[in-house]
């Protein structure tokens, strides 16, 4: 199938054009870095041309309401209208696990972005998954003397098993709210997920546990992010994904291990 892949460039997008690619699929990147802008929709009518799916994985880095909101909104609903012109028949988009139940500004966005999907004029499916292994690499990944870390209490799932699911959801019917994907039953604080990754890069730097203000912070580290019904469950551990760390590979797995690794359990 030829698949769009929003946020194609990103740490979840370049997952998901590497899946599409082993499975035979052809992927079609929409991102600024490949001349399109979804919150301006410039660009995006050229490259959904004979695209039957698109799999939204964009995404903005801010905990505020107002960016967030600005950029789930804008982005979702160009992508659902020049979808709808082009003949688009599945809009998959990736939101997360307890979304609904934690009044953070980043989460008001993507209840924006769920409600515009389980609305919008393309069929369409809505995956949430909890928080990735590579979460902890996202906050070491930032510039800084000291690596700031959300209290939140996880139950991490793979970033390769997340990508593997998206496409296998693209391939099948519309869903709607599909059944959510976590990781293996084990529960971590994010703020030690991040000191074990830390040991292993060798990164010396401190990390300094930022707990949300109000009820989202108490919704955080009170369970609020975890499953709670059940759904597919990914298989490699947090242990398992640490092991297959290493100081040189700091950002990203290189491509070609990229799909395969987490399934492969290395
Ligand atoms: N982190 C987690 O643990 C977690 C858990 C569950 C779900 N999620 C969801 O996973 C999704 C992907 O997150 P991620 O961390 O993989 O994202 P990311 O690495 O920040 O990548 C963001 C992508 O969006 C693109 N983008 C940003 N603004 C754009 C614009 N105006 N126009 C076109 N493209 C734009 C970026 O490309 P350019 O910069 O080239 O434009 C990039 O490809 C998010 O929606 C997030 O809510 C994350």
Redesign the pocket.
């Known amino acids: 199938m030829r698949i769009a892949v929003?946020?194609?460039?990103?740490?979840?997008?370049?997952l998901v054009v590497d899946a599409l690619r082993a499975g035979g699929d052809e992927p079609v990147?929409?991102?600024?870095?490949?001349g399109?802008?979804?919150?301006?929709g410039a660009g995006l009518a050229e490259r959904l041309e004979g695209v039957q799916a698109v799999i939204?994985?964009?995404?903005?880095?801010t905990t505020r309401t107002k960016p967030a909101v600005g950029?789930?909104q804008?982005?979702t609903a160009n992508l659902l209208a020049a979808g709808r012109r082009a003949g688009v028949g599945h809009h998959v988009?990736?939101?997360?696990?307890g979304v609904d139940r934690v009044g953070l500004g980043?989460y008001l966005g993507?209840r924006r972005?769920e409600e515009l999907v389980l609305n919008g004029p393309v069929p369409g499916t809505v995956l949430?998954?909890?928080?990735?292994h590579?979460?902890a690499a996202?906050m070491l990944a930032r510039t800084g003397p000291l690596v700031l870390t959300p209290r939140l209490l996880?139950q991490?799932?793979a970033?390769g098993e997340?990508a593997l699911h998206l496409v296998d959801l693209a391939h099948g019917r519309p869903l709607g709210l599909a059944p959510e994907l976590a990781g293996p039953e084990e529960r971590l604080q994010m703020p030690d997920m991040v000191r074990r990754l830390k040991r292993v890069l060798g990164d010396r730097r401190p990390v300094l546990p930022v707990r949300m203000p109000g009820a989202a912070g108490r919704a955080m580290t009170g369970g609020s992010l975890l499953p709670a019904h059940p759904g597919p469950r990914g298989t490699v551990t947090f242990q398992q994904w640490l092991a297959t760390r290493h100081p040189a590979r700091q950002q990203q797995p290189a491509p070609a291990e990229r799909a395969h690794e987490a399934r492969d359990g290395r």
Not at 29 to 34: G, I, P
Request: charged content about 15%; aromatic content about 12%.
């Open positions: 929003a946020g194609g460039t990103g740490w979840t997008g370049r990147v929409l991102a600024r870095s490949a399109v802008d979804l919150t301006t939204d994985v964009s995404n903005i880095v950029f789930f804008a982005a988009a990736l939101s997360i696990v980043y993507k972005q949430r998954a909890t928080q990735f590579e979460f996202q996880a991490p799932v970033l997340v």
